[in-house]
């Protein structure tokens, strides 16, 4: 709809209801006329007759023809002549426009509200499509680079069958380094756009736990690992899939920093205060230097890359107990392991 079509829709409504209030004034005005003629009505003084009721009906339907005018405009025409401009500024991409919703009732409110939160959405919706923009043309240079280069040697058609295969499975690796590495940027990138964690549900976090160790088997059992849980019995409210990255990524991070043969002991309690759950290593372990960064986008304290890996998991696990408003704590040494807490509140302190 036209601007200008809006206004004139509006002041179409504004003069067909000043009408109205005058031409229900004027009929009552002539029904009193007539009365006064007829000698029904003896009571009014006399000077109020004739041509003086219709006089006084019509300023009295003009003046409350002016009020209802008046009344509509700041009431009704108003508030959405606001709206209509505050949406031809979303329209320019400005999403950080708000609207006061206190002074209002009614569907007017309403509107108002519905409109708030229509922007912030799209506000959000716009953060996440720059930060995945963002992020994956910086990070996807590598690999892609890498797909292309080998892509280019399998051309060549001297090459033998052993260096043919090893080159097509660099490939393919890379191509599901490249899928988890989307699916991790667009998790992480959701989930700093939210404000707290929704669609709870009571499960057991020691089941959980330990599927994800099972699904997990073909990583640890490749490098002969030992993973051995210490799980109390535990039934907890939270939201299942987003505690299931907290698992998975702190036993993935564990796996890959860990040589063969080593080992990766995973404890679970509850109390009344905490659910808390301890990954612990034998890995390479950290230096104070790279535990300050480990929890930040994309950082990899192996910085040679012999190790695969995208610096996501542990952003993903910090982002995951921070919406639930636990704390996860570090504590390596180099040589000697690392060593993960995750505390989430147990929910005893709401019931």
Same mark, same amino acid.
């Given at each position: 709809?036209?601007?200008?079509?809006?206004?004139?829709?509006?002041?179409?409504?504004?003069?067909?209801?000043?009408?109205?209030?005058?031409?229900?004034? /004027?009929?009552?005005?002539?029904?009193?006329?007539?009365?006064? !003629?007829?000698?029904?009505?003896?009571?009014?003084?006399?000077?109020?007759?004739?041509? !003086?009721?219709?006089?006084?009906?019509?300023?009295?339907?003009?003046?409350?023809?002016?009020?209802?005018? /008046?009344?509509?405009?700041?009431?009704?025409?108003? #508030?959405?002549?606001?709206?209509?401009?505050?949406?031809?500024?979303?329209?320019?991409? $400005?999403?950080?426009?708000?609207? $006061?919703?206190?002074?209002?009732?009614?569907?007017?409110?309403?509107?108002?509200?519905?409109?708030?939160?229509?922007?912030?959405?799209?506000?959000?919706?716009?953060?996440?499509?720059?930060?995945?923009?963002?992020?994956?043309?910086?990070?996807?240079?590598? #690999?892609?680079?890498?797909?292309?280069?080998?892509?280019?040697?399998?051309?060549?058609?001297?090459?033998?069958?052993?260096?043919?295969?090893?080159?097509?499975?660099?490939?393919?690796?890379?191509?599901?380094?490249?899928?988890?590495?989307?699916?991790?940027?667009?998790?992480?990138?959701?989930?700093?756009?939210?404000?707290?964690?929704?669609?709870?549900?009571?499960?057991?976090?020691?089941?959980?736990?330990?599927?994800?160790?099972?699904?997990?088997?073909?990583?640890?059992?490749?490098?002969?690992?030992?993973?051995? #849980?210490?799980?109390?019995?535990?039934?907890?409210?939270?939201? !299942?899939? /987003?505690?299931? /990255?907290?698992?998975?990524?702190?036993?993935?991070?564990?796996?890959?920093?860990?040589?063969?043969?080593?080992?990766?002991?995973?404890?679970?309690?509850?109390?009344?205060?905490?659910?808390?759950?301890?990954?612990? $290593?034998?890995?390479?372990?950290?230096?104070?230097?790279?535990?300050?960064?480990?929890?930040?986008?994309?950082?990899?304290?192996?910085?040679?890359?012999? !190790?695969?890996?995208?610096?996501?998991?542990?952003?993903?696990?910090?982002?995951?107990?921070?919406?639930?408003?636990?704390?996860?704590?570090?504590?390596?040494? #180099?040589?000697?392991?690392?060593?993960?807490?995750?505390?989430?509140?147990?929910?005893?302190?709401?019931?």
């Amino acid at each position: 709809m036209k601007r200008d079509t809006f206004y004139s829709l509006w002041f179409r409504i504004m003069a067909a209801c000043f009408c109205v209030m005058v031409c229900i004034f /004027l009929a009552l005005g002539f029904a009193f006329y007539l009365l006064l !003629r007829l000698g029904i009505i003896t009571l009014l003084p006399k000077l109020v007759t004739g041509v !003086r009721v219709l006089v006084i009906m019509a300023v009295l339907s003009v003046i409350t023809g002016t009020v209802i005018n /008046l009344f509509i405009a700041c009431i009704v025409v108003w #508030p959405v002549t606001e709206l209509s401009s505050a949406m031809g500024q979303v329209a320019k991409g $400005d999403y950080n426009i708000h609207l $006061d919703t206190e002074k209002y009732q009614g569907e007017i409110r309403y509107l108002r509200e519905d409109f708030n939160r229509m922007v912030q959405e799209l506000g959000e919706t716009e953060m996440l499509r720059s930060d995945f923009i963002s992020n994956v043309s910086h990070e996807f240079k590598t #690999p892609l680079a890498t797909i292309s280069g080998y892509a280019t040697l399998l051309q060549d058609d001297t090459l033998t069958r052993e260096e043919h295969d090893e080159y097509l499975e660099i490939i393919i690796q890379t191509c599901k380094g490249l899928s988890t590495m989307t699916g991790n940027i667009l998790n992480l990138t959701s989930l700093e756009h939210q404000d707290c964690i929704s669609s709870r549900e009571i499960f057991r976090v020691d089941e959980q736990i330990r599927e994800v160790i099972l699904g997990m088997e073909p990583l640890w059992s490749e490098k002969n690992l030992t993973v051995a #849980p210490e799980l109390e019995e535990i039934s907890w409210n939270g939201n !299942r899939e /987003l505690t299931r /990255l907290i698992w998975s990524n702190l036993l993935n991070n564990a796996i890959k920093f860990t040589p063969a043969g080593g080992e990766i002991t995973i404890e679970a309690t509850l109390d009344r205060k905490w659910l808390t759950v301890v990954v612990q $290593d034998s890995g390479c372990g950290m230096t104070p230097e790279m535990i300050t960064h480990i929890f930040d986008k994309f950082y990899q304290g192996d910085t040679s890359h012999k !190790r695969k890996g995208n610096g996501l998991g542990l952003a993903l696990v910090h982002r995951v107990v921070s919406l639930y408003e636990g704390t996860i704590d570090v504590k390596s040494e #180099p040589d000697l392991g690392s060593r993960f807490t995750v505390r989430l509140p147990s929910g005893y302190e709401e019931t």
